[in-house]
């Protein structure tokens, strides 16, 4: 079975700074894909950022960027730049090719003004 | 509908009774997912519904949850005799199976259940 770890419980940044969330995963499969997940307050959970893992170039969206090490089995989140609106809880999350989805147990981050 | 709907958005209950939550998830999403998410933590695996293969079921903390998906859209998940370690927001998910792509999934704002 796949798992996923978030050993963060917690975290938080100064505004502006950039704060790296850490996961890592364990599987015996070679093609899967990995997710950052964000839940704000309001519960809406939001797709930030996607890594295929035959792809070796590290996935980035606007200020969010990803450092994928598949041999090591790490998938960290680099937000740069960090806004008040990125306080949330940031869940990492596995799929192989049957979109089974699971999820790490979350990482709540803290942007401080 | 343009995301995926969960019903009702609270519910309180009393210990012992049964509740069904409704997730209607967006069209043409082959697979649905429900999990559990207590105060603050992270998301429990409850189920999973691919198509019109069995449900993985495996993430079911008991028999007195069960859950179905009729005519392969909505699906309920129902808690029986609830009890007050039940209490959590359930969140429904819905992907759009398109096999080696491995799509992003969709969630409903959820429901949060208090058994009182």
């Known amino acids: 079975a796949q798992t996923v770890t978030q050993s963060q419980p917690e975290m938080s940044v100064q505004e502006a700074e950039t704060v790296t969330l850490s996961c890592t995963y364990d599987?015996?499969?070679?093609?899967?894909?990995l997710f950052w997940y964000k839940q704000p307050p309001s519960r809406q959970m939001i797709l930030v950022i996607r890594?295929?893992?035959?792809?070796?170039q590290n996935a980035t969206e606007n200020r969010f960027s990803v450092n994928f090490q598949k041999a090591a089995k790490s998938f960290s989140l680099k937000i740069s730049d960090s806004q008040l609106g990125d306080t949330a809880m940031y869940f990492c999350?596995?799929?192989?090719?049957?979109?089974?989805?699971?999820f790490g147990a979350g990482t709540r981050l803290t942007v401080k003004p | 509908g343009a995301g995926v709907s969960q019903s009702p958005s609270n519910k309180v209950t009393e210990k012992g009774k049964d509740v069904e939550l409704r997730c209607d998830p967006i069209?043409?999403?082959?697979?649905l997912y429900w999990y559990r998410q207590s105060l603050g933590q992270g998301l429990e695996f409850l189920i999973y519904f691919q198509g019109n293969s069995a449900p993985d079921k495996s993430g079911l903390p008991s028999d007195r949850f069960s859950a179905e998906r009729t005519g392969g859209s909505v699906s309920t998940l129902t808690i029986q005799r609830t009890q007050q370690e039940d209490s959590a927001v359930y969140l429904c998910?819905?992907?759009?199976?398109?096999?080696?792509?491995?799509?992003?999934?969709?969630f409903g704002q959820g429901t949060r259940l208090t058994v009182v």
């Open positions: 599987t015996s499969e070679n093609n899967y894909y």
């Open positions: 890594q295929e893992a035959y792809k070796q």
């Open positions: 069209s043409g999403h082959t697979a």
């Open positions: 999350a596995f799929t192989l090719d049957n979109n089974d989805m699971r």
């Open positions: 998910a819905s992907s759009l199976s398109q096999g080696r792509l491995g799509t992003e999934a969709f």
